[in-house]
């Protein structure tokens, strides 16, 4: 199971964290990924990590302001999110795949958490 936190209201240029943490299976040797859905939108990829963290990759629309990161040891992804805009809002999903590498398309992902709210405002 995975469970995302950290979301909430936030301003445009504001910060926040997002954690997804995994119980009851370990994700050390899987890619990880971070999806949002906006209202009426698809579910978008935002961000990517192999299972060791030597590789990321980002959509254009977060690069430079978004990190993706990984604590194997505590079994949990985050997603530092700098700088938001109003259209970065979306619920965020993370997701695990079970392979070391990742890759982009949403039905590649095995494991998905329940999603995390993030609002913000202009």
């Known amino acids: 199971q995975l469970q995302a936190s950290g979301g909430g209201l936030v301003q445009a240029g504001g910060s926040l964290r997002l954690s997804c943490a995994a119980s009851?299976?370990?994700?050390?040797?899987?890619?990880m990924g971070w999806f949002r859905q906006a209202p009426g939108k698809e579910r978008e990829f935002v961000a990517a990590?192999?299972?060791?963290?030597?590789?990321?990759h980002y959509a254009d629309s977060v690069k430079g302001r978004f990190t993706i990161s990984r604590d194997n040891a505590k079994n949990t992804v985050y997603l530092q999110m700098n700088s938001l805009k109003p259209e970065d809002t979306a619920v965020y999903y993370c997701?695990?795949?079970?392979?070391?590498?990742?890759?982009?398309?949403?039905?590649?992902?095995?494991?998905w958490g329940q999603g995390t709210q993030v609002t913000v405002s202009s």
């Open positions: 009851g299976r370990t994700i050390s040797n899987y890619a």
């Open positions: 990590i192999c299972w060791s963290g030597g590789s990321t």
């Open positions: 997701a695990s795949r079970g392979t070391y590498y990742y890759t982009l398309p949403a039905n590649e992902y095995d494991y």
